[in-house]
Each structure stands twice: as C-alpha cells, then as structure tokens.
C-alpha cells in the first residue's frame, strides 16, 4: 500500500506530527522503533497535563488515541533504509517490507553519549539529570553538583543554585572565565578543580563523588549535558542537511519543518538544539501542519 505520509519515529515529535496529519484524513504510516530518549527516568515533566506520567505511558496513550482513527496504521520496527525516487520515498523496514509515500517525517531524536566515568551511565535519568527544569524540583534541596564537559557548563551550574547547594566541578577542562566566576561565586557556587574520577552510592542513588585527588564530596544528583548524535542515519541518507548544534548534529529546516531535501520534514531533538518533550511536540505539530500543505499546494518547480 502507498501512503501519504510515513512519519519515522513515534514519541513527542512523531505522534504530535501524526495526529495533525491523521486529522486532516491523509493516509499516514507511523514507524516507531520503541526507544524515546528519556525511557532512562521514572517519571516525565513539565508536559501539561502528563506531569509526572512514565515515560512509556505517555508515549502509549499517544499511540492509542491515533490508533483511534481509521487512516493512521502504527507500525512498530526500525527503519533501515530510506531513498527518493523521483517525488516518491521509499523505505525499508528491519525484518522485511518495504513501503512508499509522497512525504516523510523524521522525527527520530537522538542518542547521549555521556562522559566515561565509572558509575554514571547507571544513573542516567535517575541521579545524573540533563535538564533541571524536567528534574530538578525531584532532587531541590538536596546537595547538587554540576559536571562540566562543554562550554555551556558554567552558565548550567549559575541556574542550579535555584534548586539547591551547588559545586561545579570543572573537571580541570571547563575553567570559567573572571566574568562567570564572579557570578558563580554570587550564585554561591563552590568549585571543584580536581577531576570526578567516579560516582558513589546504591544506584540508582547518588551519594558522593570521588575526586582524583582521593577526596569524597557529598552529592545527591548531578547535571550533565551529553554529547548528542542522530539516533538514526536516515537524515544522512537522504542528504539532508545538517547545522553544527552546541551538543551535537542537528537537521536544517526552515521555519517550516522541511529539510533541505524537498518532501522531507524534520522535528524534535533530531531538528533542535533545544531538547524538551514540549518543544519536541510542537515543532512535530508545525511539521505535521506543513506538510499537509504542502499536498495540497505543492511548491512550484
Ligand atoms: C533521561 C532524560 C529524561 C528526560 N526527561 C524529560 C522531561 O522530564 N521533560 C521534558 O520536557 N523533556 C525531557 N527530556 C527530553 C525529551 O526526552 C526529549 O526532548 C524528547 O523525548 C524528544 O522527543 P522526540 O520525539 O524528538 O524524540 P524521542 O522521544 O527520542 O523519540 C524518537 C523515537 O524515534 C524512534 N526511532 C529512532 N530511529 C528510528 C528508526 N530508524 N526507525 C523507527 N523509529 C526510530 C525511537 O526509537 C523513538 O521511539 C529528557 C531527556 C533525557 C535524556
């Protein structure tokens, strides 16, 4: 069967994206390969009205009202393969089948890559955060520590203090300028030169860290930014165009949503350097919204 629209991937961006086109009575293809990037956490927030809800729940009561509509098939597999031939797309799914469409939607976020210290990864999403608006009220009034391993980490470690007693730990790369030790010490940030060598405590918990020069600081939860990198190849496949973000790759689109490849729409973390379940959706919405004009009024030339 020939689709309208396949929208490749199906959390935030892909199911706000789908429903926009469901809803106008295009024929639409969800392929979803069931991985979100915050499936690490317990809980999800920020999202009004699914505060506090699993990961997993949000993402399945997405899929069961589209599921609700008659022209919308949701697919679960992995997309491996994806190519334009003339005005159409073809892609192929892991395991077998291929399927057509005059659109697609890329809405396949990206993957962390975190810094290799021992006691981290296991802790992702639990203890060790990325984003003190999605987490930070969970941990607030704890002892909180800020990991720096990007250039943005000192700015990260000047907001922390809004949730608790902060210690920037600069890992002797991420030396802040005068400027910014001027506020971090205002903020009352105290700071740490000597590199975090591992992370103590019953994990998931966090109880300290162990520095290189042998000491132990007392640290309930800690904010890393990751390194980011497309969790899928799709987007390099197709040719799509890609901006140099502050964490990692991020597709180029124009204001609405399509990418440098004609037909191709992109949105979520895949196609932002803003990474945050609520933006995801709404830039899905916008892709969504686009790309259904676009079958009406397609470009001219
Ligand atoms: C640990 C953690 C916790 C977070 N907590 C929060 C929070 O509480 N609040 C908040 O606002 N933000 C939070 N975020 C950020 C939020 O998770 C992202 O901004 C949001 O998930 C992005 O949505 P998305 O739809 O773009 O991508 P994702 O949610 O990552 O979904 C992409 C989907 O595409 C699928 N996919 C990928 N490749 C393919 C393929 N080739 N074929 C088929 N399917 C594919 C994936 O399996 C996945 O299901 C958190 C991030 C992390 C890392």
């Given at each position: 069967m020939s689709y309208e629209v396949i929208v490749?991937?199906?959390?935030?961006?892909?199911?706000?994206?789908?429903?926009?086109?469901?809803r106008a009575r295009r024929r639409?293809?969800?392929?979803?390969?069931?991985?979100?990037?915050?499936?690490?956490?317990?809980?999800?927030?920020?999202?009004?009205?699914?505060?506090?809800?699993?990961?997993?729940?949000?993402?399945?009561e997405g899929k069961r009202q589209l599921s609700l509509y008659p022209n919308i098939t949701l697919r679960d597999g992995k997309v491996i393969r994806a190519q334009k031939e003339g005005e159409e797309f073809t892609i192929a799914i892991e395991g077998g089948g291929e399927e057509r469409a005059d659109r697609l939607i890329l809405a396949t976020g990206v993957s962390d890559t975190l810094p290799d210290i021992p006691g981290l990864r296991e802790r992702w999403g639990r203890?060790?955060?990325?984003?003190?608006?999605?987490?930070?009220?969970?941990?607030?009034?704890?002892?909180?520590?800020?990991?720096?391993?990007?250039?943005?980490?000192?700015?990260?470690?000047?907001?922390?203090?809004?949730?608790?007693?902060?210690?920037?730990?600069t890992q002797s790369l991420f030396e802040p300028d005068e400027e910014q030790l001027a506020r971090l010490t205002a903020r009352g940030v105290r700071i740490e030169r000597s590199p975090v060598v591992e992370l103590l405590g019953d994990s998931p918990k966090l109880q300290a860290v162990r520095l290189a020069d042998g000491r132990t600081v007392p640290v309930d939860a800690i904010f890393v930014a990751p390194k980011t990198a497309m969790a899928s190849p799709i987007a390099e496949q197709l040719g799509c165009a890609f901006d140099d973000g502050p964490f990692g790759p991020v597709i180029r689109t124009g204001e609405n949503k399509e990418t440098s490849v004609k037909g191709v729409?992109?949105?979520?973390?895949?196609a932002s350097s803003m990474h945050n379940a609520t933006l995801a959706s709404a830039s899905g919405v916008l892709a969504g919204v686009h790309c259904h004009q676009s079958l009406v009024m397609p470009p001219a030339g």
């Open positions: 490749i991937g199906g959390n935030f961006a892909g199911l706000s994206a789908a429903m926009q086109l469901t639409v293809l969800l392929v979803d390969a069931g991985k979100p990037r915050n499936r690490f956490s317990l809980a999800s927030h920020g999202f009004l009205g699914q505060d506090g809800q699993a990961p997993a729940a949000i993402m399945g203890s060790a955060l990325h984003c003190p608006y999605c987490h930070g009220f969970e941990v607030s009034g704890g002892e909180l520590g800020v990991l720096a391993n990007h250039p943005h980490s000192a700015h990260s470690a000047m907001m922390i203090p809004d949730w608790g007693a902060t210690t920037f730990f729409f992109a949105a979520g973390d895949a």
